[in-house]
């Protein structure tokens, strides 16, 4: 599954790292520190946070990650979005809460 | 010029995790116990006890930096210092509008209390201190810089709350005036790992939450008098000043 994929079945908006969409999918990471992330999340992996820091753009470069959603609505701040587009990690945007979207793309990527 | 004993991160009484024994008279004779000529009044997301320790601290020839220790959005706890009154209450002032209105429950988190001279509680405050206000990591940064203060991520060694557990490295481009270690590591000890961390004065202290804590770690400025702006040419290194580890 492609992160293209998840954007359309989950509704999901495309704030940034719009170049990176066609990436397959692994798995997913739910985890709101970033050290935690930087030690447990694998490549591929979609990593669902709260987290809007433009750290968090240089923690999916640093694990490939496929992706980043970021959730209820939070607005990341202008430097992450310019990150984003620089190291083309795709940063998504739900209204939903982590327990829901997780749970969404759970039964997704099971499906497949 | 001559060595000034500073430990800069010391809560009170309205810290919700601040021992009752934390209150003003009791702060200042302990650091007077300890031979401190510095002390940093540091407690959560308040700078409302301030004003009074600096008062009674001068009497015994104390300098307090005043200031608070910020909880911003990405839960990072962060040093921050104003040398002027009404910077000070601006920035009490942006602390009452960022903090979230979620009470505080003092037979779980403990009690808020701002006592006066004679210990007697004079205010208690009702929202929950330490949680993190609506406001990123850089945009307290740029406040407390356009009010002229001292912006310092506490504790960056610790497990939780601090920059390295919440972000994972320093941010690009970190304003941070200092950087602080907590008594459980030491600059060598967490340079060497991170040696990023070593473009940044560092300083150590308690982070009292006891009176016996007062002290166990702390910082020795080298300046001319103690003052603000010493403390702040020794953070920087200027004009012959300096801050060493004890």
Known sequence: MKITDITEKLDLKVLAGTDGLKTDITGGYVSDLLSDVMGNAREGQVWITLQ??????????????????????AKPESDTISKANSENIPLLSTTLDTFTIAGLLFELLKME | ????????????????????????????????????????????????????????????????LQGAEVTTKEEV?????????????????????NLPDILNVPEIFGDQVQVDENEMIIFEEPRLLVNALCKSLEEVEKFVHSLNGLFIPAHIDRLKNSIYSQLGFLPDDLAADALEISRNSSPEKFGAAHPEINRFPLITSSDAHYPENIGMASTNFYIENASFSEIRFALNGDKGRRISRI
């Open chain 1, 52 to 73: 809007t820091h433009q750290n968090t753009i240089a923690v999916a470069s640093l694990k490939d990650l496929a992706a980043i959603i970021i959730v209820k609505g």
């Open chain 2, 1 to 64: 010029m001559k060595n000034y004993r500073a430990d800069l991160h010391i809560h009170t009484t309205l810290s919700p995790c601040g021992d009752l024994e934390m209150h003003p008279v009791n702060i200042i004779s302990e650091a007077e116990k300890k031979g401190l000529d510095i002390i940093g009044i540091t407690d959560h997301n308040t700078t409302r006890h301030c004003k009074l320790i600096s008062q009674l601290a001068a009497k015994k020839d104390i300098f307090v």
């Open chain 2, 77 to 97: 706890h962060c040093l921050v210092f104003f040398e002027k009154t009404d910077a000070l209450k601006t920035f009490q002032d942006y602390l009452d509008t």
